[in-house]
C-alpha cells in the first residue's frame, strides 16, 4: 500500500507515536501459555516467532498507510519496552519474585515487577538481541524509509535506580557507581514528586540532583562520540508510567528537572507527556535550548475516547509559546521545532492498554490529521 507524499524531513516528524502499538490476540496469547519462563526462553519460542513476523508486517503496512514515517515494529517481540536486552548481556541474570528489601519502595514503576534482572558479574556485551528485531524490520521497508525507522532502547540506569544502595551490583564485582556506569555506557555504545521526595528522606540513597547528574552524565557518555555518527538521531521519552490495562505509576510536572534536563542532557528530541494534569502546565518548556526539538504528546494511549481536533491545536500552540519564550521565537517560528504524538505507546506491556484495535488506529488518524494541518505537507 503507497503511503502519502510528503515534503522531505529529518526526525523528528511532525507526526509521531512512541513505538508501541497493541499486539493482535494470537501473540497476547501465545506468550501467556509462556509464562513463568524467562525473557530469553521466550524469545526462542518458534511459534511466537511466527505469530510476530506475520504481525508485524501487518503493523508496518498499517503505519505507512496513515502517513506516518518513524515507523516502528510495534515492539511485538518484546515482553515490555525493554525487551531482552540486559538479560541478553553477560553480567546479569534474570530472576523471579525478587526480594522486595532490595529495593527502593518509593521508586513509582515497582509494583509493576514480578521479576527482575540483577546484576551478578562484570557487565558485557555478548551480541544484541535487538539485531534480529531491527533487520527484520528493516526488510519490510523500501531503502529510503530505513533511515527513518525507530527502534526504542531501555534508559540505561533502568536497573540501578530501582535497587536500594548495594544491590545494584556486587561489591566484589564494581568497586562504585563510576565503575558500573562503565560498562553499562560501553555495552551502549557498540519525574515523580514521590520518587525525589524518597530519595531525600532516604540517608542511604545519592541526593535526587546528584543522581540526576550522574544519569545525565551516563547517558552523555554512551552518546558522545554519537554511536553511527551524526545522522543518528537520538530522542528520549520521559515516561509516567504504562503498565497493563493503561496503569500509570507516577505524577508530577517538569518543573524540577527541566533546567539540567533540557539543557544537559546530549539527545535531539525530548518526548513529552502532556495528555492530563497530572503532567504539569507547559511552562518547563522554555528551558528547551534552541537546538532541540519536542514532541508533544496531547493524545491519550490510555483510553478510547477520542479527542477533539480543535481543542488540540490550541494546546499545540499554547505550547509553541512556551517553546518560544527564552529562545525568543514567535508562536509561528517555534513550531518548527516541534512535533506531535500519543503520550507514550499503546501496548508498553505486551497485555496492552485499555483501548481497542479501531481506537488506537482512530487516535492515530487523529494525530496525522491534526499535523496536516498545523504543518501542511511535512512528514
Known amino acids: 500500500m503507497s503511503s502519502p507524499t510528503y515534503i522531505p524531513r529529518r526526525p523528528p516528524f511532525r507526526a509521531e507515536h512512541i513505538g508501541s502499538l497493541l499486539r493482535p490476540k494470537p501473540i497476547t496469547n501465545r506468550r501467556l501459555q509462556l509464562d513463568g519462563l524467562d525473557a530469553l526462553s521466550i524469545a526462542q519460542d518458534m511459534t511466537l516467532r511466527q ?149 531525600r528522606n532516604d540517608h542511604t540513597a545519592p541526593d535526587p540532583d546528584a543522581l540526576l547528574s550522574a544519569y545525565i552524565s551516563l547517558y552523555n557518555r554512551i552518546l558522545t562520540p554519537r554511536p553511527g555518527g551524526p545522522d543518528l538521531h537520538i530522542g528520549v521519552h520521559l515516561c509516567r508510567g504504562n503498565f497493563a490495562y493503561s496503569r500509570h505509576f507516577s505524577s508530577g510536572g517538569y518543573g524540577q528537572v527541566a533546567p539540567v534536563l533540557f539543557t544537559q542532557l546530549d539527545v535531539d528530541t525530548y518526548y513529552l507527556e502532556y495528555d492530563t494534569p497530572r503532567a504539569g502546565d507547559f511552562s518547563p518548556l522554555a528551558w528547551l535550548p534552541r537546538d532541540k526539538n519536542v514532541v508533544i504528546g496531547l493524545v491519550t494511549s490510555k483510553c478510547g475516547q477520542l479527542e477533539d481536533l480543535e481543542q488540540l491545536k490550541k494546546r499545540v500552540l499554547e505550547a509553541a509559546d512556551w517553546v518560544g519564550k527564552q529562545s525568543g521565537q514567535t508562536r509561528e517560528e517555534a513550531p518548527k521545532r516541534m512535533g506531535f504524538s500519543p503520550q507514550c505507546g499503546f501496548a508498553s506491556h505486551h497485555l496492552g492498554n485499555s483501548l481497542t484495535w479501531e481506537d488506537m488506529v482512530e487516535k492515530l488518524k487523529l494525530v496525522r490529521r491534526l499535523t496536516d494541518d498545523i504543518w501542511p505537507g511535512e512528514p
Not at 69 to 97: M, N, S
Not at 114 to 131: A, P, Q
Request: charged fraction near 25%.
Open 51 to 199: 505469530l510476530e513476523d506475520v504481525a508485524i508486517v501487518n503493523t508496518v503496512r498499517l503505519q505507512r498507510s496513515l502517513g506516518y514515517h518513524a515507523v516502528t515494529d510495534g515492539e511485538y517481540r518484546r515482553h515490555q519496552f525493554w525487551g531482552t536486552f540486559f538479560p541478553g548481556l553477560e553480567g546479569f541474570t534474570e530472576i523471579r519474585k525478587p526480594p522486595m528489601h532490595i529495593f527502593r519502595l518509593y521508586v513509582p514503576d515497582l509494583a509493576a515487577f514480578s521479576e527482575s534482572v540483577v546484576c551478578t558479574g562484570k557487565i558485557r556485551h555478548i551480541g544484541s538481541t535487538y539485531l534480529r528485531e531491527w533487520n527484520y524490520l528493516k526488510e519490510l521497508l523500501p531503502p529510503e524509509m530505513v533511515p527513518k525507522a525507530k527502534i526504542t532502547l531501555p534508559a540505561p540506569e533502568w536497573y540501578h535506580l530501582r535497587y536500594k544502595t548495594g544491590y545494584a551490583y556486587p561489591a566484589d564485582v564494581y568497586a562504585n557507581d563510576e565503575e558500573y556506569f562503565t560498562d553499562i555506557a560501553t555495552v551502549y555504545h557498540f519525574c515523580d514528586t514521590r520518587l525525589t521526595k524518597g530519595l
